[in-house]
Protein backbone atom coordinates (compact mmCIF):
# COMPACT_ATOMS: atom_id res chain seq x y z
CA UNK A 1 0.00 0.00 0.00
CA UNK A 2 1.03 3.27 -1.13
CA UNK A 3 1.73 5.50 1.81
CA UNK A 4 2.87 9.38 1.80
CA UNK A 5 3.25 11.59 5.24
CA UNK A 6 4.54 15.02 5.23
CA UNK A 7 5.96 17.20 7.62
CA UNK A 8 7.80 20.27 8.66
CA UNK A 9 5.14 22.78 7.77
CA UNK A 10 4.91 25.66 9.90
CA UNK A 11 4.71 29.58 11.17
CA UNK A 12 6.95 31.62 9.47
CA UNK A 13 8.09 35.42 8.66
CA UNK A 14 8.17 36.40 5.21
CA UNK A 15 11.94 35.74 3.87
CA UNK A 16 12.39 32.52 6.54
CA UNK A 17 12.78 29.25 5.38
CA UNK A 18 11.28 25.50 5.94
CA UNK A 19 11.86 22.44 4.73
CA UNK A 20 9.18 20.11 4.08
CA UNK A 21 9.15 16.47 4.17
CA UNK A 22 7.24 13.55 2.69
CA UNK A 23 8.16 9.86 3.76
CA UNK A 24 6.96 7.64 1.48
CA UNK A 25 6.18 3.54 2.02
CA UNK A 26 4.79 1.09 0.24
CA UNK A 27 6.56 1.71 -3.15
CA UNK A 28 10.31 2.84 -4.58
CA UNK A 29 11.40 5.85 -6.12
CA UNK A 30 12.90 3.71 -9.27
CA UNK A 31 9.41 3.20 -10.69
CA UNK A 32 7.30 6.27 -9.45
CA UNK A 33 7.51 10.10 -9.87
CA UNK A 34 6.91 11.99 -6.35
CA UNK A 35 5.29 15.65 -6.80
CA UNK A 36 5.05 18.58 -4.10
CA UNK A 37 1.65 20.24 -4.49
CA UNK A 38 0.28 22.96 -2.86
CA UNK A 39 -3.48 24.04 -2.00
CA UNK A 40 -4.39 28.05 -1.09
CA UNK A 41 -7.61 28.49 0.34
CA UNK A 42 -10.16 28.69 -2.39
CA UNK A 43 -7.39 28.18 -5.17
CA UNK A 44 -6.99 24.72 -7.02
CA UNK A 45 -4.84 22.70 -6.09
CA UNK A 46 -1.43 23.41 -8.09
CA UNK A 47 1.95 21.90 -9.09
CA UNK A 48 5.51 23.06 -7.53
CA UNK A 49 7.43 20.72 -8.61
CA UNK A 50 7.83 16.61 -10.09
CA UNK A 51 10.97 14.40 -9.63
CA UNK A 52 11.89 11.13 -11.78
CA UNK A 53 14.92 9.13 -10.48
CA UNK A 54 16.44 9.42 -13.79
CA UNK A 55 15.06 12.64 -15.41
CA UNK A 56 15.71 14.85 -12.34
CA UNK A 57 13.41 17.82 -11.02
CA UNK A 58 10.83 20.00 -13.04
CA UNK A 59 9.67 23.26 -11.37
CA UNK A 60 6.11 24.82 -12.31
CA UNK A 61 5.83 27.93 -10.81
CA UNK A 62 7.82 30.62 -12.00
CA UNK A 63 7.52 32.29 -8.51
CA UNK A 64 9.12 29.35 -6.86
CA UNK A 65 12.27 28.96 -9.55
CA UNK A 66 15.21 30.25 -7.37
CA UNK A 67 13.69 29.71 -4.40
CA UNK A 68 12.22 26.10 -3.74
CA UNK A 69 14.44 22.86 -4.14
CA UNK A 70 13.56 19.35 -4.48
CA UNK A 71 15.56 16.72 -3.31
CA UNK A 72 15.48 13.03 -1.82
CA UNK A 73 17.11 10.72 -0.07
CA UNK A 74 16.63 7.04 -1.48
CA UNK A 75 18.03 5.29 1.76
CA UNK A 76 15.32 6.72 3.97
CA UNK A 77 12.75 6.91 1.33
CA UNK A 78 11.80 10.68 1.75
CA UNK A 79 11.56 13.62 -0.86
CA UNK A 80 11.86 16.89 0.58
CA UNK A 81 10.98 20.52 -0.10
CA UNK A 82 13.49 23.07 0.52
CA UNK A 83 11.27 26.43 0.51
CA UNK A 84 13.86 29.82 0.99
CA UNK A 85 12.88 33.37 0.74
CA UNK A 86 9.43 32.75 1.35
CA UNK A 87 6.34 34.79 1.07
CA UNK A 88 2.84 35.45 1.91
CA UNK A 89 2.10 34.12 -1.62
CA UNK A 90 3.50 30.62 -0.58
CA UNK A 91 1.02 30.35 2.34
CA UNK A 92 -1.19 27.04 1.65
CA UNK A 93 -1.27 23.48 2.36
CA UNK A 94 1.44 21.72 1.03
CA UNK A 95 1.20 17.79 -0.52
CA UNK A 96 3.32 15.07 -1.83
CA UNK A 97 2.07 13.06 -4.37
CA UNK A 98 3.10 9.90 -6.03
CA UNK A 99 2.19 8.15 -9.63
CA UNK A 100 3.71 4.83 -10.59
CA UNK A 101 4.34 6.52 -14.29
CA UNK A 102 8.03 7.12 -15.86
CA UNK A 103 7.24 10.50 -16.31
CA UNK A 104 6.20 14.23 -14.37
CA UNK A 105 3.13 15.98 -14.46
CA UNK A 106 2.05 19.22 -12.78
CA UNK A 107 -1.82 18.30 -13.01
CA UNK A 108 -2.86 16.98 -9.62
CA UNK A 109 -5.49 14.79 -11.87
CA UNK A 110 -1.95 12.90 -12.67
CA UNK A 111 -1.54 11.62 -9.10
CA UNK A 112 -3.39 8.64 -7.50
CA UNK A 113 -1.94 8.76 -4.33
CA UNK A 114 -1.87 11.60 -1.98
CA UNK A 115 -0.18 12.34 1.45
CA UNK A 116 -2.34 14.63 4.10
CA UNK A 117 -1.05 17.54 3.83
CA UNK A 118 1.41 19.88 5.61
CA UNK A 119 0.32 23.47 6.43
CA UNK A 120 2.68 26.39 5.51
CA UNK A 121 1.74 29.80 6.27
CA UNK A 122 3.85 32.75 5.77
CA UNK A 123 3.24 36.41 7.93
CA UNK A 124 4.19 39.47 6.31
Known amino acids: EVQLVESGGGLVQAGGSLRLSCAAS????????IGWFRQAPGKEREGVSC????????YYLDSEKGRFTMSSDNAKNTVYLQMNSLEPEDTAVYYC?????????????????WGQGTQVTVSS
Open 51 to 58: MHSTYGTT
Open 26 to 33: GFTFDDHV
Open 97 to 113: AAEEEPYCSGSHYFFGS
